[in-house]
């Protein structure tokens, strides 16, 4: 006699984002799960775990019988269901019950031009678009070159009632939802089947198509989970006394964009633990303030331009942020001099670092104090935790030569990060040509040049593409923006390079000044002469030649620093840059 | 152009005993990473994590090349290696060499009956045998049963050379060690490959042997440390300031056997964590405060008997045992009596519960403080921590009435334990019809009967095998256990059923008296009536009609009551029970 075996719920018992989803309404079905404040009526919306899981129920009835939506298998992806959203509690409604039909989620990137918004969507072939009633006007602008794509629009509104719209067939989300019932059986998807779809910012070219699957998505959330068990670093969680308001009962702000690569992985983790998740629409600095205080936030992701933006709010001081006591700062280099300027503002904040990109979905790299390291002093620390950090636990990262040899841990020689993860996207939709150019001898290329200390952290030093070479010698890009960034008068600060016919390229320096902050083109030069000529940190010849004075710096659709745009524009900069080669030699 | 893609180093990377070995060895080389005292010799033995590393690759080099072990395939395990082995870094070794090559790791349990050891081996196959020296007059009293299932035998001692035995072509593992080459090539294993075979303690017939692939192990221990993330619990871990010496930087001490089902996991989860791990060969007293003292100890599995026997130590005073904050309990029920008895003697104890069994891993259930009740005061919290707890993240854990309805959860309502995990075994080795008594209706019945308070925290009434039914009711046996273990001249107690021709069972306790005490079978009775029966957490009906005073109280070989010895021989403890009937009413 041979048993039935239950291999579907044991050894092949398969990773699936509902999973995650399921948690938090068995623990505290009736506990206020999710608040989302409106950032232009300023309304607050509440959600007990379990109202927001019978929203995601009839929303997988309305996917499923409704909008017909057609669930993926491990060899083909399913529909894919297009969002251009805010971080709401819809877009959260989302991303798990579009993954939970078997549908792939496809989170456009609304800060890209028109003309990318209109390739991703057609290049992902979307079938259904949700969208928010702030982006109307956005999806009317694109609407004629989507319509023979996207079969379905879908109106996400805190309001009732449509918008006079030459969209056709519009339907509204509470719609959709009120006439489905709240309960859901949730298909038994395979473990490989797509979940998501998120393309690359496009800087470099038309953007690309990662891929992640539910089993992708549920590693990255267990093992970034259990990083955290390992990695609290007592010098700031436990002697401080702030670790009680982590684990489960921390409240983390979604602040980075859910059309960014899943948020940086936060839904997931967030979901998954049963803690208390703020949704802020967008970022606007007021209503960072007044959420953090008003639902006591613990927690939060933050590109460095919003650290620099909170340094400049006037009001800062009025609100009472101190629940705060975890900020994660990635989507590039977080600056010492920032750091120190902010958390001079704001004691409880306690900012690391972290690295990551679209196709690592993202987190591989975060910083913590290693154990070895727990005694060093508060300067020591903060130069540890600026640094991206270490692989997490689970992920293969090293930095290579060009001949594919891990470079020496001496903290100078720059090689280029290459990963492989249970995480990492396998390949680019339907796009194979680059998916080739990114796995090269089975290693994820990452594009970005770092080094790494003794001790194992990496410090990112550029993007291969960023370099700046000059004469045979390359000049350490992230190291001059974050020396200058230490200055006090610097809010921001970013080095390109600039075509010279005898050195090839030369360093150009743009920065903004603090508002009652006064300094010119030679304080830069001044600064970076003190602080890291004569510290040893750089060496004179990679002063920058050009230094510009401007509060227009360009950034990405994700708040970095947008070279590509400074060198297409350079004129512009060029036109306002002053040379300071006399001082810089 | 079709790009060549990688799975194996994405979307399907496997999930392998062995990525979690090397992470200890990336992060912290050099550090001591793994301690062992011989508790015969009280020698201690350290090894850096390279240094043991470099132990694991010599020992795959040998079972690769000079014993010929054949690897195992998703269909079909490879070669059975069985240890008859207490915890030792050997031991360790063997854990992470023995299934990294692709073998099936079978940690015999060397507390079974010889009868069932043979058994266990003859039923698994095993081609090669690793034995401590402490244990050649066990494997020399089996050798005629197994010597023509068993190819070769490999001698684990401290000492050099061989002892003089009967045992043919005894290889003594050192020698083995030694010359192989210290680097390994580990085979891309297929995560389905069968890990680790671990037999049941066959209390009720012969042992059954519960199969774990590298997947399930690697889950289950992502898992466990993942939950260890968010359910930190604050008034024990931080506010005292205790948090600190935890994650990265705890050391724990092996104390569960390692043949005893993954010696609750605690291997993967300190060596993926790269944490310092004590291992003392077997447990004494005075070699567990020993340990405690000098490698400052954070973190120990104990069985409650363990903790009854370190209750009764007389020189536990001699020790600053101040460094343990974290005491699992598992292996059967904590009562609270105990937890707060020796919590009193050592007050830096911070004891909780956990449940789990050979055929789960073994964990699925931990208990820790909710966070919408962590401002309950000690008493309760205490109350909530002997609670088998909480399922973890990641499993499915249900209390069932006979219909597989979820009981209601009244923490009244008595039903059966049942379990669907990714780590849960699917089928016990080559025994189809016990693997359909396991799973049943898609779900794996534990035989543990439980019920569920409003919080969800799961109770563990009884095994259903050891219930008893008086009258139509049935006696909470768990329940009575842990109410006479409050009383302060009390060190352990059990109950069973007795046959009787009116109730169908009468309940009998057996209690052993703390040294220095006194207290005979009546003061059990009163204290039951007392703090049982006037409290209203038992009726009088259910008080035991018969109490025998006895420090010979039957244990199996984990450590558990043995009601199946105690009920065998149960005319050996009616002649020294007293009938109490007249007081009990």
């Known amino acids: 006699m041979e048993a039935r075996t239950y291999p579907e719920f044991s050894t092949h018992y398969p990773l699936l984002l509902t999973t995650i989803m399921r948690r938090p309404v068995r623990m505290y079905p009736d506990q206020i799960g999710v608040v989302y404040r409106n950032h232009l009526s300023g309304e607050y919306f509440r959600f007990t775990w379990d109202q927001w899981y019978r929203r995601v129920c009839r929303l997988a009835n309305a996917l499923s019988s409704e909008l ?54 057609r290049h992902a072939q979307d079938r259904v678009l949700f969208f928010d009633d702030a982006l109307l006007p956005l999806v009317e602008g694109i609407y004629d070159h989507i319509k023979d794509v996207v079969q379905r629009f879908v109106y996400l509104s805190d309001k009732p009632g449509l918008p006079e719209t030459r969209i056709a067939n519009l339907i509204h989300y509470e719609d959709l939802l009120a006439r489905q019932p709240e309960q859901f059986d949730w298909p038994a998807l395979h473990e490989d089947v797509n979940a998501t779809l998120c393309y690359t910012t496009g800087t470099t070219g038309q953007p690309k198509g990662a891929t992640f699957t539910h089993r992708q998505l549920y590693l990255m959330t267990v093992h970034v989970m259990a990083q955290m068990a390992i990695a609290n670093t007592p010098s700031i969680d436990i002697e401080d006394g702030l670790g009680v308001r982590l684990g489960e009962s921390a409240v983390p702000l979604l602040n980075t964009p859910m059309f960014h690569i899943h948020a940086w992985g936060a839904p997931f983790i967030a979901v998954y633990s049963a803690q208390k998740i703020v949704l802020h629409g967008t970022f606007t600095v007021q209503g960072f303030c007044e959420l953090v205080e008003r639902e006591k936030v613990t927690s939060v992701g933050i590109v460095a331009t919003i650290a620099a933006m909170l340094l400049e709010y006037p009001d800062l001081h009025k609100y009472d942020l ?59 620390t903060d130069a ?15 930095v290579v030569d060009d001949d594919g040899k891990p470079v020496p841990k001496d903290d100078q020689t720059v090689g280029e990060i290459v990963v492989r993860a249970p995480w990492t996207t396998e390949r680019y939709f339907r796009d194979p040509e680059k998916s080739a150019e990114l796995w090269r001898g089975g290693w994820l290329h990452t594009g970005d040049l770092a080094k790494v200390d003794a001790h194992g952290y990496i410090t990112i030093a550029d993007r291969i593409k960023d370099v700046i070479r000059s004469g045979a010698e390359m000049v350490p890009t992230v190291l001059l923006e974050n020396l200058i960034a230490m200055a006090d008068f610097v809010q ?7 075509p010279d016919p005898v050195w090839g390229e030369r360093p150009m320096a743009l920065v903004s000044v603090r508002t009652g902050f006064e300094a010119d083109e030679y304080a830069v030069i001044d600064f970076l ?57």
Chains 1, 2 share one sequence.
């Open 68 to 121: 017909d939506v057609v669930a993926g298998t491990p060899r083909e992806p399913g529909d894919r269901i297009a969002t251009m959203a805010l971080n709401t509690h819809r877009h959260l409604e989302l991303y798990f019950g579009v993954p939970g039909v078997g549908a792939t989620l496809h989170p456009v990137n609304v800060r890209l031009s028109p003309e990318h918004i209109v390739y991703t969507i």
């Open 322 to 380: 101190s629940s705060l006591v975890r900020v994660n700062v990635g989507g590039g280099a977080l600056p010492l001099g920032l750091k120190k300027k902010l958390e001079a503002l704001i004691p409880s904040f306690r900012m690391s670092s972290g690295y990551g990109m679209t196709e690592t979905a993202p987190t591989i790299v975060t910083s913590f104090i290693k154990k070895d390291l727990v005694d060093l002093d508060r300067e020591q």
């Open 384 to 398: 540890l935790l600026v640094k991206a950090g270490l692989p997490i636990l689970g992920v293969d990262v090293e």
């Open 492 to 498: 921001e600060a970013t080095v390109v390079g600039v």
């Open 529 to 585: 002469k003190t602080h890291g000529v004569d510290t040893g940190r750089i060496t004179k010849w990679m002063l920058p030649k050009l230094v510009a004075i401007t509060r227009d710096i360009p950034k990405t659709s994700v708040g970095k620093y947008n070279k590509k745009r400074i060198r297409d524009e350079l004129d512009r900069f060029l036109a306002i840059a002053r040379d300071v080669s006399d001082r810089a030699s």
